[in-house]
């Protein structure tokens, strides 16, 4: 504790101004910064900041210029979220971790570079990401009606290279609890390769051996998405991901299972549509198949 109390006795005076400079100018940015979460929170709006779209669960705003930095402001979302908090940190703490476990693993994601609690609410500061989420890469025929034959090759390459990487993420035992296509960012980079990131990473979980209910879960959310996108490119995603899982010989059951998960949460969904307060139906856990028909 002396050695640490007493280190700026061996800095030189220059060095001394220049980390005055900076503690003060840290400062002066902590407290902009919760100006501006606090007008976000109470006005919706605040200089330099623009909202972005979210759940109900959170807020999350981006920087008007740069650099690009995104706040996510989380909200309680159940009566026990003060019991998680008390054994598992809170939801920013949370997510802090499980994106650093993700990255330490190989896997990209937004780092986290400032949590904190603003109005009592828990808070992450993330960075912006390359490239755009792959719910608007797979939008991009809605608006352009004719592509030529190489954004074909390229998107069927993206789609391909999707379903390998999640197959790599389960493979390293993690479950996404909210794998959507919003929640994955694609880079291309100069050699063409796509390079995906995994955002909104408070859930994730890392298993020893991922359950295969878990993947069946998360092939449905990926599912669940985009209407328009044809059978064939479906099943591209599914076929590079049970050939890179080596799980080809399951490939009739895992895409029946995630048909019928897919079909239960569209009604689901829709009985919610009707009536708000009405609870989810139990799930069935799916189990490993033991053989294919």
Request: aromatic letters at 8%.
């Amino acid at each position: 504790m002396a050695g640490a109390q007493f280190a700026s006795d061996r800095l030189t005076a220059p060095a001394m101004v220049e980390d005055a400079v900076a503690m003060e100018s840290q400062g002066f940015y902590l407290l902009a910064l919760n100006e501006a979460l606090t007008l976000l929170l109470e006005e919706g709006r605040a200089p330099g900041w623009k909202r972005a779209r979210s759940s109900r669960a959170a807020l999350v705003a981006q920087t008007t210029a740069p650099p690009h930095f995104f706040a996510k402001i989380f909200f309680p979302r159940r009566w026990y979220e003060g019991v998680k908090t008390l054994f598992r940190g809170d939801r920013a703490y949370r997510t802090d971790w499980r994106t650093h476990a993700l990255q330490a693993a190989g896997f990209a994601a937004p780092a986290v570079v400032l949590r904190g609690r603003v109005k009592g609410l828990p808070f992450v500061i993330t960075e912006a990401l390359p490239g755009i989420s792959v719910a608007d890469y797979l939008d991009r025929p809605r608006v352009v009606a004719l592509s030529t034959a190489g954004q074909t090759r390229q998107r069927r390459g993206v789609l391909r290279a999707l379903g390998v990487e999640i197959a790599r993420l389960h493979e390293a035992g993690f479950f996404h609890t909210e794998l959507r296509t919003s929640n994955i960012h694609v880079h291309l980079q100069p050699d063409g390769m796509p390079r995906f990131f995994f955002l909104d990473n408070e859930g994730t979980r890392r298993f020893m051996q991922l359950p295969w209910r878990r993947r069946v879960k998360n092939l449905a959310q990926l599912n669940m998405d985009h209407h328009h996108v044809s059978r064939t490119d479906r099943l591209r995603v599914l076929q590079a991901y049970v050939t890179a899982a080596g799980l080809g010989p399951d490939l009739g059951a895992l895409t029946q299972e995630i048909h019928q998960r897919t079909q239960r949460r569209r009604r689901e969904n829709a009985m919610r549509a009707i009536r708000p307060d009405a609870p989810a139906s139990p799930t069935a856990a799916s189990r490993f198949p033991t053989q294919t028909k």
